[in-house]
């Protein structure tokens, strides 16, 4: 089995949409296309011109369609909920014209949860009214996703949120509906949490709309933990690293998604945050050509 591939902003380090660190948009385009990738992800909004016709030429002169937009904000904190908003709103805006159909909703980094990622026995959790309400935001946005502009929005856990453990996921999946909100299943964010992603994948399965392909250094994941360090310093520090280099059995991935059915995109991400001096390109053409050679990347 072979599926679609593509890859995404952050794989060049690109986490805000005004950072100066980050690369130009149309170099991240031109490295995505010659690593051999057939899509990119939006990246922060932002990021990319919100002028759809120069995104939508400057997409078919390298052979990548758009696969998705990723609206990374702050679903824990009640008073960003406007600015969520606005973000989702622009988000979706440059999506549908573009073909794309996914929108992949991530509660970022909380203030205090972010030096516990990967702790889940020591990370702080939210307080049952502020988890219902966080679980209320996701259904809104997801609900504004489908009803306003035909997209499927899908929930990824992520480390240093207050979505991150395996309990949360189940929990904020419990609380709304399945029609409404799909599953984003991120491996290396997954190992990160503790918990095994061909696992969840299985018991999931019917809401499984994307899947983002890490792999992850259990070395470097475990002097992190021990030295307390943030995410961000984390990915720098190369906590994910190439794919067939860590923990993830690509081979029992992909047996799973085959037995699954699964026929969407499927996008590599190697975070390596805003400060790392790490070599993209080759990372990018590394990970392309092992999904090709596991028989994963069509």
């Given at each position: 089995?072979?599926?679609?591939?593509?890859?995404?902003?952050?794989?060049?380090?690109?986490?805000?949409?005004?950072?100066?660190?980050?690369?130009?948009?149309?170099?991240?385009?031109?490295?995505?296309?010659?690593?051999?990738?057939?899509?990119?992800?939006?990246?922060?909004?932002?990021?990319?011109?919100?002028?759809?016709?120069?995104?939508?030429?400057?997409?078919?002169?390298?052979?990548?369609?758009?696969?998705?937009?990723?609206?990374?904000?702050?679903?824990?904190?009640?008073?960003?909920?406007?600015?969520?908003?606005?973000?989702?709103?622009?988000t979706?805006?440059?999506?549908?014209?573009?073909?794309?159909?996914?929108?992949?909703?991530?509660?970022?980094?909380?203030?205090?949860?972010?030096?516990?990622a990967?702790?889940?026995?020591s990370?702080?959790?939210l307080?049952?009214?502020?988890?219902?309400?966080?679980?209320?935001r996701?259904?809104?946005?997801?609900?504004?996703?489908?009803?306003?502009?035909?997209?499927?929005?899908?929930?990824?856990?992520?480390?240093?949120?207050?979505?991150?453990?395996?309990?949360?996921?189940?929990?904020?999946?419990?609380?709304?509906?399945?029609?409404?909100?799909?599953?984003?299943?991120?491996?290396?964010?997954?190992?990160?949490?503790?918990?095994?992603?061909?696992?969840?994948?299985r018991?999931?399965?019917?809401?499984?709309?994307?899947?983002?392909?890490?792999?992850?250094?259990?070395?470097?994941?475990?002097?992190?933990?021990?030295?307390?360090?943030g995410?961000?310093?984390?990915?720098?520090?190369?906590?994910?690293?190439?794919?067939?280099?860590?923990?993830?059995?690509?081979?029992?991935?992909?047996?799973?998604?085959?037995?699954?059915?699964?026929?969407?995109w499927?996008?590599?991400?190697?975070?390596?945050?805003?400060?790392?001096?790490?070599?993209?390109?080759?990372?990018?053409?590394?990970?392309?050509e092992?999904?090709?050679?596991?028989?994963?990347?069509?």
């Open positions: 089995m072979a599926i679609a591939v593509g890859n995404a902003p952050c794989s060049w380090g690109v986490e805000f949409p005004d950072s100066p660190s980050n690369p130009p948009w149309l170099d991240v385009l031109d490295e995505t296309s010659r690593a051999g990738y057939r899509g990119t992800e939006l990246g922060p909004v932002g990021y990319m011109p919100e002028d759809v016709a120069r995104v939508e030429d400057s997409l078919a002169e390298r052979g990548l369609a758009m696969t998705a937009g990723v609206l990374f904000r702050p679903f824990h904190d009640a008073d960003a909920w406007e600015e969520l908003l606005d973000s989702l709103h622009r979706c805006r440059m999506l549908r014209p573009l073909g794309a159909e996914h929108v992949v909703f991530i509660d970022s980094l909380s203030p205090a949860r972010s030096q516990w990967g702790d889940a026995a990370a702080p959790r307080a049952t009214a502020e988890l219902a309400a966080l679980h209320g996701i259904r809104d946005a997801a609900t504004i996703c489908r009803e306003e502009y035909g997209l499927t929005p899908s929930l990824h856990a992520h480390a240093g949120g207050c979505i991150e453990f395996e309990d949360e996921l189940e929990q904020a999946l419990d609380a709304v509906e399945g029609d409404l909100l799909g599953l984003c299943l991120d491996t290396g964010h997954s190992l990160y949490a503790g918990f095994d992603p061909i696992s969840v994948l018991r999931h399965a019917s809401r499984v709309s994307y899947v983002h392909l890490k792999d992850l250094d259990t070395a470097t994941l475990r002097r992190c933990l021990v030295e307390r360090v995410f961000y310093e984390a990915c720098a520090r190369g906590v994910f690293c190439r794919l067939g280099e860590g923990a993830i059995d690509f081979r029992a991935l992909k047996r799973s998604l085959e037995d699954i059915g699964y026929e969407g499927a996008t590599v991400e190697q975070d390596r945050g805003p400060f790392s001096v790490q070599s993209s390109f080759d990372d990018a053409r590394a990970n392309f092992f999904l090709k050679a596991a028989g994963l990347a069509a």
